[in-house]
């Protein structure tokens, strides 16, 4: 049984920093693009940012650049998004998924075919 845990989220200020992390098991991720998207309250989910299954590429959202990098340890089956000078508008539940239909980054959810529970990010202004 495929399964990505996610980890990482909390409450901070402001301007402050995270990192999220995203554990696969049932599920070698070193051969297969990973991403991170997010749901806002009201909204639908959006894609963030994902990495190339080598992490020799990645992609943002334009709303992340600069301040969003997203990594990975395949030794360790896991992907980081590492999150500085957040925003209130980064309040979201983050998904880390699993592209294993390709070998080439999608920023659509649909090309995704496992998906984590989630894990909340609360920035207060």
């Known amino acids: 049984q495929v399964q990505l845990v996610e980890s990482g989220g909390g409450l901070v200020q402001a301007g402050g920093s995270l990192r999220l992390s995203c554990t696969a098991s049932?599920?070698?991720?070193?051969?297969?693009?990973m991403g991170w998207f997010r749901q806002a309250p009201g909204k639908e989910r959006e894609f963030v940012a994902a990495i190339s299954w080598s992490g020799g590429a990645t992609h943002y959202a334009d709303s992340v650049k600069g301040r969003l990098t997203i990594s990975r340890d395949n030794a360790k089956n896991t992907v980081y998004l590492q999150m500085n000078s957040l925003k209130p508008d980064d309040t979201a539940l983050y998904y880390c998924?699993?592209?294993?239909?390709?070998?080439?980054?999608?920023?659509?959810?649909?090309?995704?075919?496992?998906w984590g529970q989630g894990t909340q990010v609360t920035v207060s202004s």
């Open positions: 049932g599920l070698t991720i070193s051969t297969y693009p």
């Open positions: 998924a699993a592209e294993t239909s390709s070998y080439y980054i999608s920023t659509r959810s649909s090309e995704y075919d496992y």
